[in-house]
């Protein structure tokens, strides 16, 4: 097939990407993290609010990506929901925002929550969240918890969280070597330097980390939710591994995980690809599914780049089971 090339607008700048269809995207950048990917160009902005009306009563993903993640990867993600109709909201995560969460991450966090309140009609709401950026958004959750009059009402517009090569806060040590380079020399001394660093700065950076891992492990947000990894994604097992020992006081062995005030129960069987889960909290109870794709030799967050096609089946099936697409008729004839 004849490769053409498309041009990625900007308020800036184009780009010009090969690409197999000839398509266009523009994109607007609020901050140096935020930034709304949309097919149709966004005039009319002021500050964090969206006044196209063209625009702004759309379905939104908050499209959280993984660290470094290159423009065109995103793009090929963003596509996938700009084609039915979604507009995407990419929330980016750099290296300074995670090891000063208070400076970085946090200030992002709370941009997010603001434009959310800037754009009401924006909805509903799902989110899509890769490797570090499930840290990202739960930082989000910590401030809607601390401030529920003012931010709890956002939840009610989520319908959905998808979660791909997400790791917990015993991954960083592991993982982000691995995202900034491949010598494995350098990991290996950036690796001990990281736990140094989150041992010795731990009232700055840590226990912001384990007060966001606590919003996923309580489900937050709780609404359904998507879980994409595979069988040989290393910075995987190595989570599962630390989380199973006696660091976590067996907390994730047998699938079980105990919370302060939340008991978990995962039933997962080999047989079956979404997980039931049972929640217990002030003897209320709940019932969530929890969805699970295990692909079988696809590296950490590049699964949509080897099983295209299933890895787009997986996230329409979820996304109409959710709201997010009213049925079949809204789903984009695949290139």
């Known amino acids: 097939m004849l490769r053409r090339s498309f041009t990625l607008c900007t308020h800036h700048t184009k780009l010009y990407i090969n690409t ?83 400076k970085g991450s946090q200030v992002v966090a709370e941009q997010m929550l603001q434009f959310l309140h800037a754009n009401p009609n924006f909805g509903p709401l799902t989110v899509h969240g890769f490797s570090a950026g499930g840290y990202l958004f739960c ?28 790791g917990d806060i015993y991954q960083i040590p592991y993982g982000l070597p691995r995202a900034v380079t491949s010598n494995e020399v350098l990991q290996r001394s950036m690796e001990k330097y990281l736990r140094w660093y989150m041992n010795f700065n731990y009232e700055t950076a840590t226990r912001h980390y384990e007060r966001s ?12 939710g998507l879980f994409i990894f595979s069988k040989v994604d290393t910075s995987f097992r190595r989570v599962c591994q630390y989380a199973s020992g006696s660091q976590m006081g067996g907390k994730w062995k047998n699938y079980l995980i105990f ?22 909290y002030r003897n209320v109870y709940q019932f969530l599914m929890v969805y699970t794709k295990c692909f079988a030799d696809s590296p950490h967050v590049s699964h949509y780049l080897k099983y295209k096609r299933e890895y787009e089946d997986e996230l329409t099936a979820f996304l109409e089971k959710v709201g997010m697409l009213s049925s079949s008729k809204d789903r984009a004839v695949l290139s």
């Open 20 to 102: 197999i269809q000839k398509c266009s995207v523009h994109i607007h950048s609020f901050t140096r993290n935020m930034q709304l990917i949309s097919n149709d160009k966004v005039s009319e902005i002021n500050g964090l609010e969206v006044l196209d009306p063209r625009v702004n009563s759309r379905p939104l993903t908050l499209l959280y990506t993984w660290m470094l993640a290159k423009d065109k990867h995103v793009i090929k993600y963003s596509k996938f929901y700009l084609d039915r109709g979604i507009e995407v909201l990419r929330v980016r995560l750099s290296l300074f925002d995670l090891l000063r969460p208070t």
């Open 139 to 166: 930082e989000s959750m910590v401030k809607v918890v601390d401030n529920m009059d003012l931010h709890g009402p956002l939840l009610k517009r989520f319908v959905g969280q998808i979660w791909d090569s997400v």
């Open 213 to 224: 891992s606590d919003m996923m492990h309580e489900n937050t947000l709780n609404v359904p």
């Open 259 to 280: 919370q302060e005030k939340c008991l978990l129960v995962v039933l997962c069987t080999t047989f079956q690809r979404h997980w039931e889960l049972m929640i217990f």
